[in-house]
């Protein structure tokens, strides 16, 4: 089936750090990926929508200087938290649509990005 | 808009008890609905979908357009069920999807 890679799976760093988190697409072509974030025992909330060779399409209250998404490939979207700071820190989930089998969208294993 | 609403952030019953999971949802389109499971420590999947009308694990789900619900149900409850479900709800199959605050459901021994 259809695989959704992300990486790193849990990030500790320093507070006013840049990290990247990548998404990748194992087996397949993914044109449009999104990026959620989840806080602790909540909902997830779609940050940004990552569409590949152009710009992103940012949720509104979504700071796209802070959270910079790149899809410059078919199977590579990268999501780079810039100047990261405490607040910050939460779970970040990237998924991607699929035509075929039956889950129309693929979740990767998140992010858990943590800022002291 | 579109807005996912589960109304029971918890939800404890015991094995072999029935268990339901409540959605309701407002759009004014035809949507499409989804519950997806997210167990300790695993990405999160898909568990049902509206449009398959399958039953997956013993859950079921039935959308019911009148009261726009999509609740999630099972008759006799596991303890490997306990995880947390997320109801969503998107405008298109491969559109993004809005989900629910999601309900953290345990089940005793």
């Known amino acids: 089936g259809a695989v959704v890679s992300q990486h790193p799976s849990w990030v500790i760093c320093k507070s006013g750090t840049s990290v990247k988190i990548e998404c990748r697409s194992l087996d397949f072509q993914a044109t449009t990926m999104f990026w959620y974030r989840q806080f602790p025992k909540q909902s997830l909330m779609l940050m940004a929508t990552s569409n590949e060779g152009s710009k992103a399409t940012y949720e509104q209250g979504v700071e796209k200087d802070k959270f910079l998404i790149n899809h410059a490939s078919l199977t590579l979207s990268t999501l780079t938290v810039t100047s990261a700071h405490p607040e910050d820190s939460s779970f970040y989930i990237c998924?991607?649509?699929?035509?075929?089998?039956?889950?129309?969208?693929?979740f990767g294993d998140g992010t858990r990005l943590s800022i002291l | 808009a579109q807005r996912v609403t589960q109304p029971e952030k918890l939800l404890s019953v015991f094995k072999g008890a029935p268990v339901e999971l409540k959605c309701n949802y407002s759009?004014?389109?035809?949507?499409?609905l989804f519950w997806y499971v997210q167990y300790s420590r695993q990405r999160l999947q898909l568990l049902l979908r509206?449009?398959s009308r399958e039953s997956i694990k013993g859950f079921t789900a039935d959308l019911n357009k009148g009261e726009t619900s999509f609740h999630l149900k099972k008759p006799f409850a596991q303890e490997e069920d306990s995880a947390m479900y997320y109801c969503?709800?998107?405008?298109?199959?491969?559109?993004?999807?809005?989900f629910g605050r999601g309900t953290q459901l345990t089940v005793w021994p």
């Open positions: 969503a709800l998107s405008r298109s199959t491969l559109g993004r999807l809005y």
């Open positions: 998924s991607a649509p699929v035509r075929r089998g039956n889950q129309p969208q693929h």
């Open positions: 759009y004014s389109g035809s949507p499409e």
């Open positions: 509206h449009i």
